[in-house]
């Protein structure tokens, strides 16, 4: 079945000790997002993919990058993580921009739970 | 500023009593909204996607309806296994895809 896929699924880090997260993709999508949902809280996006074209959020801190070495994969890197930086982060990915009806909808992946210690 | 907001946070239902789920929302340009099913600890499950006001979609027990402020999700007899938080989120103006999403309404179905 085509999906996407998260690794780890769980990750615990120390305070300031980079981690990356990976997300993969068998839906051969052009679109690829990595949100962060903190507990009881909204899913919010810091930042997506289109092909190559990486597109940040405004707000989104510095401490968090991320890399697209091909169509499949995508990686978050979490540079100097802080407490605050606990949260299950989701990667999500869509055929297209919106536009075109049945392009926009977006999958999700199973997330990853990260700790910081 | 964009924005969604659901109501009620959190619902209790016995198993076989209807109910729906609010989704209200502010947005310039509204491109689709969409529900999602979450369970605890896992990534949102795409349920429907709503494009214009008066659009309905169904799937098994769920009933989505679209209005140019709000949507619903009507659930008609649920089941336990209906019970999850159910998101609402917005997709705005602008060509990124950048979906907004409310807090969630976290769905009890008792037997």
């Known amino acids: 079945d085509a999906m996407v896929i998260q690794n780890p699924r769980y990750q615990v880090t120390q305070f300031g000790k980079p981690v990356t997260l990976s997300c993969s993709q068998t839906?051969?999508?052009?679109?690829m997002y990595w949100y962060q949902q903190k507990s009881s809280q909204a899913p919010k996006l810091l930042f997506h993919?289109?092909?190559?074209?990486?597109?940040n959020e405004a707000d989104t801190p510095d401490n968090f990058q991320s890399r697209r070495p091909n169509t499949s994969f995508c990686f978050l890197d979490i540079r100097s993580p802080g407490l605050g930086d606990a949260a299950m982060y989701l990667c999500?990915?869509?055929?297209?921009?919106?536009?075109?009806?049945?392009?926009?909808?977006?999958?999700f992946g199973p997330g990853t739970r990260l700790t910081v210690l | 500023e964009d924005q969604v907001t659901q109501s009620p946070e959190a619902l209790r239902l016995q198993e076989g009593e209807s109910s729906s789920l609010n989704c209200s929302y502010t947005?310039?340009?509204?491109?689709?909204l969409f529900w999602y099913r979450q369970d605890p600890g896992k990534g949102p499950e795409f349920l429907f996607t709503?494009?214009?006001a008066g659009e309905e979609k169904e799937k098994e027990r769920l009933k989505a309806t679209l209005t140019k402020k709000e949507s619903f999700l009507h659930i008609t007899a649920p089941k336990p296994e209906d019970s999850a938080t159910y998101l609402c989120?917005?997709?705005?103006?602008?060509?990124?895809?950048?979906?907004?999403f409310g807090q969630g309404t976290t769905l009890q179905v008792k037997p």
């Open positions: 999500a990915t869509s055929r297209g921009y919106p536009g075109t009806v049945g392009y926009n909808e977006q999958f």
């Open positions: 839906l051969n999508h052009n679109v």
């Open positions: 993919y289109y092909d190559k074209d990486f597109n």
């Open positions: 947005v310039s340009g509204l491109r689709g």
């Open positions: 709503l494009y214009s």
């Open positions: 989120a917005v997709q705005a103006g602008g060509n990124t895809g950048k979906l907004i």
